[in-house]
């Protein structure tokens, strides 16, 4: 049955090895699946580059019913510029905590049983020390993202999610949505991400129509994009005024798409063991690019 649900937010990154070791080793999450691309995605979801990438997607659960990280590497690019929009995501989980003092990942008390630290990139993650809630029992509920934004309650994004009309039951799969005015103009960097929702493929076009009716952005029409071996899923790709992207994408194929691929971590080992740029650069004394 096509539900309307979050599914994940897209980060960039430079290093696919010292992010995968926090994701993985820190956070404790496991790899859903990975997939190699030779040229940019026709969605922009690995950002605005025409080159090889790939896509892994990572969480402590399948993505049918557990709110995840999509991790997209671009081969020619080291390193994004973060800006103001992006304030942190936050995991209920003593394990990961306990792994972060174990492994000497940096680690900051910022408040009661809670810590801030950084994935690969200066990403913030906030960690409750507090015991992850049982697969099952609430999807997600220790995932919150938290954005920066300007004053505007009539940006899109919260227009989209009340065309549902099920505001309460999509952002309880993800625990909370916070959206904070920071009194001034967003800065979204290089590093900008992207929140994926899902909805039946037949509101697609409903939705696409009700945001050119109210003069919102639009910035991916209705396209069909194809993963060889896989299904072919339809999205369209909105902004609300401050810029973040919002992706919302036909259920029924999505979960064709991410069914969890039992070769997804050996696929990514496979890859990092394969992609000898970081020792190219290295060896000819130079730099990978910096978006």
Known sequence: MALRRALHFVFKVGDRTKTATFYRDVLGMKILRHEEFEEGCK????????????????????????????????????????????????????????????????????GEALYLTQAPGGYPFYLVDKEQPPSGECPGSYVCLLFSRESNCGNALVKCIGWFQKC??????????????????????TAFGRIAFSCPREQLPDLEALMKKENQKILTPLVSLDTPGKATVE??????????????????????????????????????AEDKSDEWFAKHNKQKAAA
């Open 168 to 189: 309460k039951e999509l952002l309880g799969f993800i625990c909370k949505l916070e959206l904070r005015d920071i009194g001034g103009t967003v800065d979204r960097g």
């Open 43 to 110: 969605a922009t979801c690995n950002g605005p580059y025409d080159g090889k990438w790939s896509k892994t997607m990572v969480g402590f659960g399948p993505e049918d019913d557990h709110f995840v990280a999509e991790l997209t590497y671009n081969y020619g690019v080291g390193e994004y510029q973060l800006g103001n929009d992006f304030l942190g995501l936050t995991l209920q989980s003593s394990q990961a905590v306990s792994n972060a003092r174990r492994l000497g990942w940096p680690l900051t008390e910022v």
């Open 235 to 272: 999205v369209v790709i909105l902004a609300d005024p401050d810029g973040h992207e919002i992706c919302f994408v036909g259920d029924e194929a999505f979960r064709q798409l991410s069914m969890v691929d039992p070769k997804g971590n050996d696929l990514l080992d496979k890859a990092m």
